[in-house]
């Protein structure tokens, strides 16, 4: 079965600088897909960024990126320029390429807390 | 074009009742998934379910939880007996088929058994 493991449970950063939150995985597949989400206080499940492990050119969306390292199963986000509203948590998922992709399994989840 | 709806977005019961969630997926989505987050913790899923069928209910405990997905109307999770520690947020999601696509996920219902 794989597991999200996100190591760091709060991050801090000061507005305007950037900040990056890790995540390994642990698969025996090739082939799949790697999410960050967001979850502000309202809760609502926001999708940030995704990425293909096919894929070796790591995605970016405006001030998101992520470093993709398919060989250490390693995938960080990096927020840069932080503002005040990018404060939430902050959840990796893995989903399935196959058969089995029909779920994600999510990491425990980043606490980012952005400091005026 | 509406997101997931879930309602209640709160959900208040006492210990022995039952509590029933629903979800609307988005227009065009026929896939359906349920996931329980409690609280500090990430989400973990429950169950995977298309129009009449339950797909993958492996995340699903064994009694007192089912979920359905009819061919008219909201998918509806049910819960009988509520014990203290089903007290947690449940996120619906729904997309098209295929893992390529991310799924869009509603506002959660809080679940709060006292």
């Known amino acids: 079965a794989q597991t999200v493991t996100q190591s760091q449970p709060e991050m801090s950063v000061q507005e305007a600088e950037t900040v990056t939150l890790s995540c390994t995985y642990d698969t025996s597949e090739s082939d799949y897909y790697l999410f960050w989400y967001k979850q502000p206080p309202s809760r609502q499940m926001i999708l940030v960024i995704r990425?293909?492990?096919?894929?070796?050119q790591n995605a970016t969306e405006n001030r998101f990126s992520v470093n993709f390292q398919k060989a250490a199963k390693s995938f960080s986000l990096k927020i840069s320029d932080s503002q005040l509203g990018d404060a939430a948590m902050y959840f990796c998922a893995y989903r399935s390429a196959g058969a089995a992709g029909n779920k994600l399994t999510f990491g425990g989840g980043t606490r980012v807390l952005v400091k005026p | 074009n509406a997101g997931v709806m879930q309602n209640p977005r709160h959900l208040v019961r006492r210990r022995g009742q039952e509590a029933r969630l629903r979800c609307s997926p988005m227009?065009?989505?026929?896939?359906v998934y349920w996931y329980r987050q409690l609280p500090e913790e990430g989400l973990k899923f429950m169950v995977y379910l298309q129009k009449e069928n339950i797909i993958d209910e492996s995340g699903m405990p064994k009694e007192r939880f089912s979920a359905e997905f009819p061919k008219e109307g909201p998918s509806i999770l049910r819960i009988q007996q509520v014990v203290r520690g089903d007290s947690a947020a449940y996120f619906c999601?729904?997309?098209?088929?295929?893992?390529?696509?991310?799924?869009?996920f509603g506002s959660g219902t809080r679940l709060t058994v006292v």
């Open positions: 999601a729904s997309s098209q088929p295929g893992p390529r696509l991310g799924y869009t």
């Open positions: 227009k065009g989505h026929s896939h």
């Open positions: 990425q293909e492990a096919y894929k070796q």
